[in-house]
């Protein structure tokens, strides 16, 4: 059997289909799994063991439905569902299974705060779309693979950095989930432990101000890396602090500490912190209490609705600091 899983991006979204994939590999006898993504996210899955064949989405959409008919697909698996996968589903004409994307439910919560979703993750309506293979979340969490030559040759880290560090990811795709430059900068100052930054090429002026606030303590290297040289930073990291973003996924993936920080959007939304069932990993959502606007959208704005932007301005610097002395202990 062939079966061709489709997810584009971004960083987070892949990350959260691995354990779908890895199920389906090790449940299904003889698969032969192919995954079709963006180019720019080809170094994010190009180690995996579970995946047999790569594809890479081109600009011109036809030329990658020529592409993959040149492929017998017993079936479709697609873990984006937009109107890109639905034209190759139509092209390639095989059977094909959509994840839920609960679009209408989720705009009902953001727009009149009413919660009708599910209560489950979105890598369980990931898996959910195996269910006619026979495959179950064999729920062991998340997987990131890194290439050796990233492993065998990793990121020089300063002196100081050297005996454990926490790693701080201060980049997010949206203004509103991501912690203003004051906050991290009064964070930073109360947590008594080196902090390497992590984000990418936008974040470098960020992260410069942010590290100069104490340069012995704080080591940036936003912009400096590659998707999976962060990823190795991460998984050096003794503790990860992060907006809702990406790396988050992929601390998750090294079975990490993880605090997360809250804004436009929250755990309801069902993109939070997935580890193993059974697993005894800390983690700890840092949201603003008693804000009646929150979530405002299912994936972050350019601005807040309100004006206000309380949901990060209010964040409390200290019990955040707290709770990583905590883990780091």
């Known amino acids: 059997m062939r079966l061709l899983f489709i997810r584009f991006s971004s960083i987070g979204d892949i990350v959260l289909t691995t354990?779908?994939?890895?199920?389906?590999?090790q449940q299904i006898p003889g698969v032969e799994i192919h995954f079709l993504t963006k180019e720019s996210m080809k170094e994010i899955t190009e180690s995996s063991p579970y995946i047999d064949h790569f594809h890479y989405l081109d600009n011109d959409l036809n030329n990658t439905i020529q592409s993959l008919k040149n492929f017998e697909f017993d079936h479709i698996i697609d873990l984006h569902n937009n109107l890109r996968t639905f034209k190759i589903k139509q092209a390639?004409?095989?059977?094909?299974?959509?994840?839920?994307?609960?679009?209408?439910?989720?705009?009902?919560?953001?727009?009149?705060?009413?919660?009708?979703?599910?209560?489950?993750h979105v890598c369980d309506r990931y898996m959910d779309t195996l269910k006619s293979f026979g495959v179950q979340n064999d729920e062991q969490g998340l997987d990131y693979f890194l290439p050796a030559s990233v492993v065998d040759n990793p990121t020089k880290l300063p002196p100081t950095h050297q005996g454990g560090f926490a790693a701080l990811v201060i980049g997010a795709s949206y203004f509103t989930?991501?912690?203003?430059?004051?906050?991290?900068?009064?964070?930073?100052s109360k947590i008594q432990y080196p902090i390497v930054l992590i984000g990418g090429k936008d974040d470098q002026a960020t992260g410069d101000l942010i590290a100069s606030s104490n340069p012995s303590k704080i080591f940036n290297t936003s912009g400096a890396l590659s998707i999976n040289e962060s990823a190795a930073i991460i998984q050096r990291a003794k503790l990860v602090l992060s907006n809702d973003t990406g790396f988050l996924h992929v601390a998750c993936a090294f079975k990490k500490p993880t605090i997360i920080f809250w804004g436009a959007t929250t755990p309801v939304l069902q993109f939070g912190a997935y580890y193993p069932l059974h697993s005894d990993v800390k983690t700890f959502d840092a949201i603003v209490p008693n804000l009646n606007c929150q979530p405002c959208s299912k994936q972050g704005t350019h601005i807040c609705p309100k004006?206000?932007?309380?949901?990060?301005?209010?964040?409390?610097?200290?019990?955040?600091?707290?709770?990583?002395?905590?883990?780091?202990s």
């Not at 354990?19 to 590999?25: H, T, Y």
């Not at 206000?308 to 905590?326: G, P, S, V, W, Y």
């Open 307 to 328: 004006g206000h932007f309380n949901c990060m301005r209010l964040q409390d610097t200290q019990l955040i600091a707290d709770k990583a002395t905590e883990y780091l």
């Open 19 to 25: 354990p779908a994939i890895r199920c389906a590999k």
């Open 92 to 120: 390639i004409k095989v059977k094909a299974t959509s994840y839920r994307k609960l679009s209408l439910l989720k705009l009902v919560l953001v727009q009149f705060h009413i919660n009708l979703l599910p209560a489950s």
């Open 177 to 188: 989930k991501k912690m203003p430059i004051d906050k991290l900068i009064e964070l930073c």
